[in-house]
């Protein structure tokens, strides 16, 4: 009986060490935070292709069918600022080498999921840091710089913030998207926003899939957006019960294979990105999620 006793304690302790670890994630947090300030003025954004050991090979064919669906989801951005009187202007490049060749870069773990969450979120964050700044470095490093006259000579890009003040200048815009896209076609992954949430690091989202609505839905990250179902930065099922059935055709819901042009962007997500000042009290809750990212 003692033992039983003892085991049912042991139980209740661990469950409640675990309670203790959750924290308080706060979306306001996003708004006008680092280099995507709010979705207003001109934009670039920005592509990068990278092929890893995990990842299906990019083709010529698919990475142009990719460069075609970003330019819909820009288009369907640009549409829908024109619709709430947002001045909005959406650029896009990218980066491919001579004959479509990409950057080779094999993530930290085998999937975008493993390496956030390997060996936690902490390290798993860092260690996508330092892959990425590998990543613009390399990019950086086949830009022909031209001097400016009276100006010191002009250094290549060597990570992932300087990358960005480059792109900036060169294309004259206020906010810089940058995205790494991974070829996971037939395969199971996630895409993610990294670093919108602090300054500490420069932001940037990992996109796994070339559907419309998923590559509209990160640059929205990036600006201030979160998510509205369950991932590792919404746990709340109250929040995402609540979500799915107010916001039912809401782009921040799981944007997986939509077709974008059924999705809005909700009152709630243009509070957060700053399209709007107020938002209805109602809503408030879902500014906030308790769980165990430590971000």
Same mark, same amino acid.
């Given at each position: +009986?003692?033992? &039983?006793? !003892? ?6 302790? &661990? ?40 990842? /299906? ?17 820009? /288009? ?5 600022? &024109? ?9 896009? *490049? ?34 996508? #840091?330092?892959? @990425?700044?590998?990543?613009? !470095? ?42 790494? +896209? +991974? ?7 996630? @895409? ?15 996109? @796994? ?29 109250? /929040? ?11 782009? +921040? ?12 962007? @909700? ?8 399209? #709007? ?11 906030? *999620? ?6």
């Amino acid at each position: +009986m003692k033992k &039983i006793i !003892r085991i049912f304690i042991l139980s209740i302790l &661990i469950l409640l060490s675990e309670s203790f670890t959750l924290r308080k994630l706060d979306y306001k947090k996003g708004i006008k935070t680092n280099v995507c300030k709010d979705l207003k003025g001109d934009i670039l954004v920005y592509s990068i292709f990278v092929d890893t050991k995990t990842t /299906s090979p990019w083709t010529e064919y698919d990475i142009k069918s990719t460069l075609d669906s970003i330019r819909t989801a820009v /288009s369907w951005l640009n549409q829908k600022g &024109i619709h709430n009187n947002i001045p909005v202007k959406f650029i896009t *490049d990218y980066y491919v080498g001579p004959e479509y060749t990409t950057i080779k870069k094999n993530l930290p773990e085998e999937s975008i999921y493993l390496s956030v969450t390997e060996p936690n979120f902490k390290q798993g964050f860092a260690n996508l #840091n330092k892959w @990425s700044d590998y990543i613009a !470095r390399k990019a950086g490093n086949t830009f022909l710089l031209q001097d400016k006259d009276g100006l010191p000579e002009i250094k290549k890009p060597k990570n992932k913030e300087r990358l960005i003040a480059y792109l900036r200048d060169e294309y004259e815009v206020e906010s810089v998207v940058l995205l790494y +896209m +991974m070829n996971n076609y037939f395969k199971t992954d996630i @895409s993610i926003p990294v670093n919108n949430l602090h300054t500490r690091n420069i932001e940037y989202a990992i996109v @796994s899939y070339k559907y419309p609505s998923e590559i509209a839905h990160n640059i929205l990250h990036l600006f201030g957006a979160a998510d509205l179902y369950e991932t590792i930065y919404r746990q709340n099922s109250k /929040s995402i019960d609540y979500a799915k059935i107010e916001f039912p055709n809401e782009i +921040m819901l799981d944007p997986y294979g939509k077709p974008i042009h059924n999705l809005e962007i @909700s009152d709630y997500t243009k509070f957060l990105i700053g399209w #709007n000042q107020d938002l209805r009290d109602e809503y408030l809750f879902l500014l906030t *999620d308790r769980n165990k990212l430590k971000y």
